[in-house]
């Protein structure tokens, strides 16, 4: 979990391990068991939700799942589409456009967007925010079961419960650096 007053650079970082930013100077490396990753097989490994919902207004919860689960060629994709909409609550406004819905119901479509393809990494800036405490509890129980199912999860959040649940390790960040790394209790 990374940690930081506003502006010390945890957004940047987030979106600098998603692929969404390139260093100024630097590099990332990501190792996977066959070797480093890259390129296109990369980014099919990371699951990214972050401060912009990074879906398509005009459509629905519903298709731009749909649409994301063809992108990523998931075998049995409207199975996987359902249970997650299914899971974050989003049937009762599955069919409206993305355009009409509230800040708590965008978020957990962003976030059924992030989960979907079921990504080795799981990259989250503030995944409850403006989400309900029956919202927060069904994003918990997702992302314990992610960690579960062996995803690597790299979120920073101000829900401290949250972060009790599920840091193994906590990075605090000032200035874009970090200053402190600690070992967490977080859920076995």
């Not at 409207?78 to 599955?94: I, T």
């Not at 978020?107 to 995944?127: G, I, K, N, Y």
Request: hydrophobic share 40%; proline share 4%; glycine share 10%.
């Amino acid at each position: 979990m990374l940690e930081g007053a506003n502006g010390s650079g945890k957004s940047t970082l987030l979106a600098l391990v998603a692929q969404l930013l390139r260093p100024s100077r630097g590099e990332l490396r990501y190792e996977a068991e066959g070797g480093a990753l890259q390129g296109e097989s990369l980014r099919a490994q990371i699951g990214y939700g972050g401060h912009a919902a990074l879906v398509y207004p005009d459509l629905s919860a519903c298709d731009n799942l749909r649409f994301m689960a063809r992108r990523f060629a998931l075998v049995k994709g409207e199975e996987r589409v359902q249970e997650v909409g299914q899971r974050l609550g989003l049937l009762p406004f599955w069919q409206r456009p993305v355009r009409t819905y509230s800040q708590g119901q965008l978020q957990r479509t962003a976030l059924a967007r992030a989960l979907l393809h079921r990504p080795s990494l799981l990259v989250l800036d503030e995944p409850t925010t403006a989400l309900d405490a029956r919202s927060t509890e069904r994003v918990a129980e997702l992302l314990l079961e992610e960690r579960a199912r062996g995803a690597l999860i790299l979120l920073s959040t101000h829900d401290h419960p949250l972060a009790a649940k599920l840091a193994d390790q906590r990075i605090v960040l000032r200035a874009g650096r970090r200053v402190s790394e600690t070992e967490a209790r977080g859920a076995a």
